[in-house]
């Protein structure tokens, strides 16, 4: 192969490489997003049982657009996501344990993002320091 050639190579590479980099970073933060948002979830079943009821607004669609002003009193039970686009009413105690289960998931997957990137980002610079070898040969041939 062709210094050229190779240099062409190993610039593709490092294109996509970069690129499965960004998309691993991006998965990440969305679990990173996801784990906060199922502790705040937790945390706020907790705060309600913890106090009995609880004056709050309450969104009236997805955004917070706009709002109404509402009285949560006396938590029995609560509307859980269950997978696959499943709801069910279910006891705070159930719910909670959902919610430590999914935790449970997205820092085991959070990990093994993390295990790939760390990976990816050796043969990232693997493939750097490779270019880079290969551009000081083409420079001192030139010479």
């Known amino acids: 192969m062709s210094k050229k050639a190779e240099v062409d190579s190993l610039v593709i590479e490092l294109s996509e490489v970069r690129k499965y980099v960004e998309r691993l970073q991006g998965t990440m933060s969305q679990l990173a997003s996801e784990l906060q948002e199922i502790r705040l979830s937790r945390?706020?079943?907790?705060?309600l049982l913890n106090k009995g009821s609880l004056e709050t607004l309450i969104s009236l669609d997805g955004r917070g657009h706009t709002y109404?002003?509402?009285?949560?009193?006396?938590?029995?039970?609560?509307i859980a996501h269950i997978g696959s686009n499943y709801y069910a009413e279910?006891?705070?105690d159930l719910a909670i344990k959902l919610l430590n289960d999914k935790e449970g998931d997205a820092l085991?997957?959070?990990r093994m993002i993390e295990g790939e990137l760390?990976?990816?980002?050796?043969?990232?610079?693997?493939?750097?320091?490779?270019?880079?070898?290969?551009?000081?040969?083409?420079?001192?041939?030139?010479?």
């Not at 945390?43 to 705060?47: D, H, L, V, W």
């Not at 002003?69 to 609560?78: D, Y």
Request: no cysteine.
């Open 43 to 47: 945390a706020a079943i907790e705060e």
């Open 68 to 78: 109404v002003r509402g009285v949560i009193s006396e938590v029995k039970s609560v």
């Open 90 to 92: 279910v006891n705070s």
């Open 108 to 110: 085991q997957a959070l």
């Open 118 to 143: 760390n990976k990816v980002l050796t043969y990232y610079q693997q493939l750097q320091e490779t270019l880079n070898k290969v551009l000081k040969e083409q420079q001192e041939k030139v010479k």
